[in-house]
């Protein structure tokens, strides 16, 4: 479970060591570790966490109940760490030729494609059983197409369409509906509408890290809009009208009676901002504009999902 390993997640090259090491001599447990921990990006994991738990946290009713919400968390962090471990398997020579990846783990040399493969196996495998077996089913069902979309959609069609930003926002806005599952036992109007909040923001958020990135990107052979539409209008057009559409969709919490009018206002004030940065994008492309866009939606996102958990209305 993943919000998309290139969102939250921007790597600057560090160094000039070369980018695959020929020296396969014993590497200290600890550096094994800490590349193994790099694997499963965990700063990214830790965003995943956070709309896990803003999904849990709203879809409970009563008292919050913090040993499930605990076996939840520790489900997903095994299960999206995981799937981001086996797309940097399946990605080791696309990263090998960007400059912002290229120092990773598996491009870099320092592990071999076969021990990162069999780490993100088995922790998936554990992180679904436990989701199921520990938490209900359904959040386990909901995981398990998360990893498999990710893995086996997104992943391929990122050499082939810029679509695959569109096709990747699916399993990155799922999190939040495991937690309502995981707290609820069911789906519900308020698991869609988180979702259809994740599913939207993603969209501008990844646009300006193409659009910071897009000779990095071409360079990988990733098929991002930004790198098909130099002159940036189709990029631009995509980001104002997920920005609009982003502004309606996140008025609906109130709307639907799972959040009040403190978040409703907020959520306006938000929205708007970030419509205002993609604008200016879409006008003037430039670097310092698509950076504007990359910062104002990720200062967007934990403060929406913050003002939702603080003025929900009780169920």
């Given amino acids: 479970m993943t919000l998309r390993t290139e969102t939250l997640d921007i790597e600057m090259p560090r160094g000039s060591r070369p980018v695959h090491r020929t020296d396969r001599g014993v590497v200290p447990a600890c550096r094994r570790a800490r590349d193994f921990l790099a694997l499963t990006k965990p700063r990214v994991v830790f965003m995943v966490l956070v709309t896990t738990l803003a999904g849990f946290y709203l879809g409970s009713s009563g008292t919050l109940d913090i040993i499930l919400l605990l076996k939840t968390l520790l489900g997903t962090t095994l299960a999206a760490g995981g799937t981001i471990a086996l797309n940097q398997f399946l990605e080791r020579e696309v990263d090998a030729r960007m400059e912002r990846t290229r120092l990773r783990p598996l491009p870099d040399g320092r592990l071999r494609p076969i021990d990162a493969l069999a780490f993100g196996v088995t922790i998936t495998t554990v992180g679904l059983l436990y989701l199921t077996l520990a938490v209900n089913a359904k959040a386990g069902?909901?995981?398990?197409?998360?990893?498999?979309?990710?893995?086996?959609?997104?992943?391929?069609?990122?050499?082939?369409?810029?679509?695959?930003?569109?096709?990747?926002?699916?399993?990155?806005?799922?999190?939040?509906?495991?937690?309502?599952?995981?707290?609820?036992?069911?789906?519900?109007?308020?698991a869609w509408v988180l979702f259809a909040i994740l599913f939207l923001w993603q969209l501008p958020h990844s646009l300006a890290i193409a659009s910071l990135y897009r000779d990095d990107y071409a360079r990988g052979g990733i098929r991002v809009l930004p790198v098909v539409d130099p002159d940036g209008r189709r990029t631009g057009r995509q980001i104002v009208s997920n920005c609009l559409a982003l502004l309606a969709v996140g008025l609906l919490p109130s709307l639907i009676g799972l959040a009040g009018s403190i978040y409703f206002f907020g959520a306006f004030v938000l929205g708007i901002g970030l419509l205002g940065c993609g604008i200016v994008l879409a006008i003037v492309p430039s670097t310092i504009a698509a950076r504007r866009l990359l910062l104002a939606s990720l200062f967007y996102l934990p403060v929406l999902l913050v003002l939702m958990v603080l003025d929900k209305v009780p169920i």
């Fill in 141 to 190: 069902l909901v995981t398990a197409v998360v990893v498999a979309s990710y893995v086996f959609v997104y992943t391929p069609l990122k050499r082939k369409t810029p679509l695959c930003s569109v096709v990747g926002a699916i399993p990155g806005a799922l999190p939040p509906v495991t937690g309502w599952v995981a707290a609820r036992g069911e789906l519900g109007l308020g």
